[in-house]
């Protein structure tokens, strides 16, 4: 079934923001349950599933770095390949993707390595106690043996999409986390592996995925295909290119990897193994409810970026107030959901009595200003839409780096705080770096001036 395009210049804001989010939603469903149903199945380990997430959690940091990685190449290449074939310069749109694959399996290999190596010392580090190592070691490296797997998956996906090709670059989500679901609670429970069988059948995913990809850019229907090294080699400039546009994607996931360890070390230090998991928990939780929002804010991203290219500053302002009022409306919700019942959401993951009663205070902290998170995705929406990156870094920045991971140490030591202090490090953050950055979009969007006004994107000057 031929698959049919969005006519951007129609004037319906609505509804192209519509038509772009529902595969946009259906894609990060199928990513969620990629990454979430592991945790799912490891916290319904009879007698251990406690525990267990706590030692899955420890890994965070280290699958964040790997998907720095992946987004490095990935973001950065795909972009350009985009432009090249839109030039008409399939050549260099063929080298330039082939040159992303070859840094992925590359850097893949060095990654195993190096966390084959330093495994035990950074889980160590990261906060993890003699009781959840023997979960988390096991689990990071069998999880490094699927390395290469995994970054060739995600990373070469989007050249399948930059092709044109969204339906199949949609299967490779697809087949990866259904081959998930399906194996992990044979591995876990059925042959009695425990966190190793998920760590298995993470792995196994990511393996069918890969070649998947790697069958799809070799075969007859993709326009660019994959070569041997020989043929393509690996030119510095090249990948100077490739590095700096995905460089903005790099950095915003290292954030992450950043704050997963400072939240893991203070809760190490207040909490105990129980509290590492209760923060799993949540991460996993936040991770199911931010679906909906995000694709709305990646769905309007084309529609932004339209309108602003055409000059049509009226439509840009349209989008921008549908996307906020979404977001608002959305936010509120959960944040209501979240009050009223918040132990539904920690059963999806663990049962345990003591878990939930520790568990409940501390996903109230944690969403207590949600709400402002709305405010953060529809500034971040625009910024990147209207190509402002330096903001866009910027905010993302301001609210982890210098916000966060700071009030993270911090917090606990105000007025015995404790683990409730980690926990509270996430609000704050969100009305700080979250207001800032709406108040900045606000300001931004107010400098283009009148509705007639044509932006410097289009009229072809250079933006300011």
């Given at each position: 079934?031929k698959?049919?395009?969005?006519?951007?210049?129609?004037?319906?804001?609505?509804?192209?923001?519509?038509?772009?989010a529902?595969?946009?939603?259906?894609?990060?469903?199928?990513?969620l349950?990629?990454n979430?149903?592991?945790?799912?199945?490891?916290?319904?380990?009879?007698g251990?599933?406690?525990?267990?997430?706590?030692?899955?959690?420890?890994?965070?940091p280290?699958?964040?770095?790997?998907?720095a990685?992946?987004?490095?190449?990935?973001?950065?290449?795909?972009?350009?390949?985009?432009?090249?074939?839109?030039?008409g310069n399939?050549?260099?749109?063929?080298?330039?993707?082939?040159?992303?694959?070859?840094?992925?399996?590359?850097?893949?290999?060095?990654?195993?390595g190096?966390?084959?190596?330093?495994?035990?010392?950074?889980?160590?580090?990261f906060?993890?106690?003699?009781?959840?190592i023997?979960?988390?070691?096991?689990?990071?490296?069998?999880?490094?043996?699927?390395?290469?797997?995994?970054?060739?998956s995600?990373?070469?996906?989007?050249f399948?999409?930059?092709?044109?090709?969204?339906?199949?670059?949609?299967?490779?989500?697809?087949?990866?986390?259904?081959?998930?679901?399906?194996l992990d609670?044979?591995f876990?429970?059925?042959?009695?592996?425990?966190?190793?069988?998920?760590a298995?059948?993470?792995?196994c995913?990511?393996?069918?995925?890969?070649?998947?990809?790697i069958?799809?850019?070799?075969?007859?229907?993709a326009?660019?295909?994959?070569?041997?090294?020989?043929?393509?080699?690996?030119?510095?400039?090249r990948?100077?290119?490739?590095?700096?546009?995905?460089?903005?994607?790099?950095?915003?996931?290292?954030?992450?990897?950043?704050v997963?360890?400072a939240s893991?070390?203070?809760?190490?230090?207040?909490?105990?193994?129980m509290?590492?998991s209760?923060?799993?928990?949540?991460?996993s939780?936040?991770?199911?409810?931010?679906?909906?929002?995000?694709?709305?804010?990646?769905?309007?991203?084309?529609?932004l970026s339209?309108?602003?290219g055409?000059?049509?500053?009226?439509?840009?302002k349209?989008?921008v107030?549908l996307?906020?009022?979404?977001?608002l409306?959305?936010?509120?919700?959960?944040?209501?959901?979240?009050?009223?019942?918040?132990?539904?959401?920690?059963?999806?993951?663990?049962?345990?009595?003591?878990?939930?009663?520790?568990?409940?205070?501390?996903?109230h902290?944690?969403?207590?200003?949600?709400?402002?998170?709305?405010?953060?995705?529809?500034?971040?929406?625009?910024?990147k839409?209207?190509?402002?990156?330096?903001?866009?870094?910027?905010?993302?920045?301001?609210?982890?780096?210098?916000?966060?991971?700071?009030?993270?140490y911090?917090?606990?030591?105000?007025?015995?705080?404790?683990?409730?202090?980690?926990?509270?490090?996430?609000?704050?953050?969100?009305?700080?770096?979250?207001?800032?950055?709406?108040?900045?979009?606000?300001?931004?969007?107010?400098?283009?001036?009148?509705?007639?006004?044509?932006?410097c994107?289009?009229?072809?000057?250079?933006?300011?």
């Amino acid at each position: 079934m031929k698959t049919k395009q969005i006519d951007f210049s129609n004037g319906k804001v609505f509804e192209n923001i519509m038509l772009a989010a529902g595969p946009m939603l259906v894609a990060q469903v199928l990513n969620l349950m990629y990454n979430i149903v592991d945790r799912i199945y490891i916290g319904k380990i009879p007698g251990e599933g406690v525990l267990a997430l706590g030692g899955i959690g420890l890994c965070f940091p280290i699958i964040s770095l790997i998907t720095a990685f992946t987004n490095l190449y990935g973001s950065g290449g795909a972009p350009l390949c985009s432009i090249e074939r839109g030039k008409g310069n399939r050549e260099e749109a063929e080298k330039i993707m082939n040159t992303s694959f070859y840094l992925l399996i590359v850097t893949g290999v060095i990654l195993t390595g190096v966390g084959m190596v330093l495994g035990r010392p950074l889980l160590y580090l990261f906060g993890a106690s003699d009781s959840t190592i023997r979960f988390a070691l096991p689990y990071m490296r069998i999880y490094l043996l699927g390395t290469v797997f995994s970054m060739i998956s995600l990373g070469m996906n989007p050249f399948i999409n930059a092709q044109g090709f969204a339906s199949t670059g949609m299967t490779t989500v697809f087949l990866g986390a259904v081959v998930n679901i399906i194996l992990d609670p044979v591995f876990i429970f059925l042959l009695g592996m425990g966190v190793e069988g998920a760590a298995f059948a993470t792995i196994c995913s990511q393996f069918l995925s890969a070649v998947f990809v790697i069958r799809f850019l070799t075969g007859k229907r993709a326009e660019l295909k994959l070569k041997p090294f020989g043929k393509i080699g690996l030119k510095s400039g090249r990948i100077m290119d490739i590095i700096s546009l995905g460089a903005a994607s790099f950095a915003m996931q290292c954030t992450n990897s950043l704050v997963q360890i400072a939240s893991n070390s203070m809760l190490s230090t207040f909490g105990g193994d129980m509290y590492i998991s209760i923060m799993t928990i949540i991460n996993s939780v936040r991770q199911i409810l931010d679906t909906p929002v995000l694709a709305i804010t990646d769905g309007s991203s084309p529609i932004l970026s339209y309108n602003y290219g055409a000059g049509n500053y009226k439509g840009v302002k349209k989008a921008v107030k549908l996307v906020v009022a979404f977001s608002l409306t959305y936010t509120i919700l959960v944040w209501v959901t979240v009050l009223v019942i918040p132990s539904a959401f920690i059963r999806i993951f663990n049962s345990d009595s003591t878990l939930i009663t520790a568990a409940v205070p501390a996903l109230h902290t944690y969403f207590f200003a949600y709400i402002f998170q709305a405010l953060m995705y529809s500034g971040q929406a625009v910024f990147k839409s209207l190509n402002k990156k330096k903001q866009a870094i910027f905010f993302s920045l301001l609210r982890k780096v210098i916000i966060v991971v700071p009030l993270t140490y911090l917090l606990p030591h105000v007025g015995n705080l404790g683990v409730l202090g980690v926990f509270a490090a996430e609000p704050v953050s969100n009305v700080l770096g979250g207001g800032a950055c709406f108040v900045t979009m606000l300001f931004m969007m107010r400098m283009y001036g009148k509705e007639t006004e044509v932006p410097c994107a289009a009229n072809g000057d250079a933006c300011c």
